[in-house]
T-cell receptor, first 111, second 114 residues
Framework: NAGVTQTPKFQVLKTGQSMTLQCAQD?????MSWYRQDPGMGLRLIHY???????DQGEVPNGYNVSRSTTEDFPLRLLSAAPSQTSVYFC??????????FGSGTRLTVV | KQEVTQIPAALSVPEGENLVLNCSFT??????LQWFRQDPGKGLTSLLL?????REQTSGRLNASLDKSSGRSTLYIAASQPGDSATYLC?????????????FGPGTRLSVLP
């Protein structure tokens, strides 16, 4: 099925560990984004990409890195996990002029 | 800075009622507006996308309207069903260089009682 695939669905990390959240889409969308969703804070943009090789920071980029080597993949890297990064992470993609398609999310807990 | 609000924060209605969810935004310079539903513990499912040049979009029992000048959108759900219970979020896409930044509202949590 076409769409946005995120892995893993759940993850527990210890403070200071690093990890990569994977995101892949098979719709040939140019735009991809990472959001985090926290109670009372809503959805906030972390990083986004307007095409392969092009990325930019969103509202809350600190502690996260991204890269976009292909159109399909947009991984999010946590460099040194902190409890404040406990959240649900969503990847989304869209075509030019279109609306967003979201992945099912990764629920991350940092202890 | 664009701010998106949604009223009410929560709504509980009996099955069969027609209902309206409201979304307001502070900057009318938007590219489009999108309505989503989110079930507990799940991702966001797109319901309707309204371009800035459009006034409304319809899909089944759902109708979304857009009034850019007043900074408002409404989502109308006809003949509500228990399966409509979810959180409904609106998001506006701002007109910037890449048109990339979507700003989300906090959502309206809807419960439809059998």
């Amino acid at each position: 099925n076409a769409g946005v695939t995120q892995t893993p669905k759940f993850q527990v990390l210890k403070t200071g560990q690093s990890m990569t959240l994977q995101c892949a889409q098979d719709m040939n969308h140019e735009y991809m984004s990472w959001y985090r969703q926290d109670p009372g804070m809503g959805l906030r943009l972390i990083h986004y990409s307007v095409g392969a090789g092009i990325t930019d920071q969103g509202e809350v980029p600190n502690g996260y890195n991204v890269s976009r080597s292909t159109t399909e993949d947009f991984p999010l890297r946590l460099l040194s996990a902190a409890p404040s990064q406990t959240s649900v992470y969503f990847c989304a993609s869209r075509a030019t002029g279109g609306g967003y398609t979201f992945g099912s999310g990764t629920r991350l807990t940092v202890v | 800075k664009q701010e998106v609000t949604q009223i009410p924060a929560a709504l509980s209605v009996p099955e069969g009622e027609n209902l309206v969810l409201n979304c307001s935004f502070t900057d009318s310079a938007i590219y489009n507006l999108q309505w989503f539903r989110q079930d507990p513990g799940k991702g966001l499912t797109s319901l309707l996308l309204i371009q800035s040049s459009q006034r409304e979009q319809t899909s089944g029992r759902l109708n979304a309207s857009l009034d850019k000048s007043s900074g408002r959108s409404t989502l109308y759900i006809a003949a509500s069903q228990p399966g409509d219970s979810a959180t409904y979020l609106c998001a506006v896409r701002e007109r910037d260089n890449y048109g990339q930044n979507f700003v989300f509202g906090p959502g309206t949590r809807l419960s439809v009682l059998p």
